[in-house]
């Protein structure tokens, strides 16, 4: 990621992952996500034969885009006006993870997609995973962010899980310009766009009781919207990938 685009260049880095079902499916199970949920590619969000082969329902997408000109400048204006989040506690709407270390966006994703919604009720007690997010509900932004940069039981789950990619892992100090963001649909039906490098979780809009993440709704909302800025923009990078977290069976 380039310095516009990611912590600064002073913090720690992580090997940046790969948009990979099983390595993302890996991270989240090592650190305690119940085996019965996993992710898995989204291969096209337009053909109806693709999309039938995914689980349903689907409760989180983790989508890598390109940190275009375009993008940067659709985020900062709508950024401008918005307060820095300030969050916390257990009736905190959803909980978000500011990025402090660099090229983490992946497991910042990551973690976004595990920590909310029905998701969060597949966390094994007393895991990695758990003791995290109890620790961190009732912190602030700041200090939730400070949890994440120490926290050992990530570092280590982050290493295992970069190694496991089908190409060659990118060294932890590598710049990148591809980002992760995750779109979740919150217990009350609302879309959350989660995201470490904005200044707090958005609300992208309130999905229906039988509409998913992957529902053309919550695409319209979420996904759709990178690809028409992109297009948009005239310079033509559509290096997109997606994966959608849902019930799996190994």
Known sequence: MTDTADAPQTNKAFVPLENNPEVMTHLVRQLGLSPTLGFTDVWSIDSPDLLAFIPRPSYALLLVFPVSAAYEATRRTEDAPLPDYTGSGPNEPVMWFKQTIRNACGLIGLLHAVSNGTPRKHITPGSDLDNLLKEAEGLGPIQRADLLYESKALESAHADAAKLGDTDAPAAEDSVDLHFVAFVKGEDGTLWELDGRRKGPLVRGVLEEG????????????????????????????RFSLVSLGEVFD
Request: no cysteine; proline share 0%.
């Open 211 to 238: 509409e998913d993440a992957l529902s053309e709704r919550a695409l319209q909302l979420g996904v759709r919207r990178f690809l028409e800025v992109e297009k948009g923009s005239g310079d033509g990078d559509l």
